[in-house]
């Protein structure tokens, strides 16, 4: 692990306890990526961002980088279309509770509101 995500890593102090992948895509702001933990901790020389207040439908994986994909394809193409949820306003979150790239532990977290 580099020097950066140790010192990132080091500042997790809150719930979900793991390193976070958090897609920001909306309208409001060009997409981002960042590379994050939830801290209370002050912020050095980090970028902060604030994950809003949301409904999560939290799906848990294990695998490869890849399965994470295909987790995450099947959230989109499966399981939203049939599950009586739409697409809340705010990030995608990947929670990495183990981070081993050949054999990763996993939540995606998908922002939801009921179907109206």
Request: proline share 9%.
């Amino acid at each position: 692990m580099n020097e950066t995500l140790q010192r990132l890593a080091g500042m997790m102090d809150m719930p979900p306890m793991g390193v976070l992948g958090v897609s920001v895509c909306n309208d409001k702001e060009a997409w981002r990526y960042y590379i994050a933990v939830p801290t209370s901790k002050e912020k050095t020389d980090f970028e902060e961002y604030t994950v809003p207040a949301a409904t999560w439908a939290v799906f848990p994986g294990e695998g490869t980088n890849q399965s994470i994909q295909e987790l995450e394809r099947r959230i989109v193409t499966e399981w939203l279309p049939t599950s009586g949820y739409e697409y809340g306003d705010a990030p995608d979150v990947e929670v990495y509770l183990n981070p081993d790239p050949q054999n990763a532990k996993y939540e995606v977290w998908i922002p939801v509101v009921k179907k109206q």
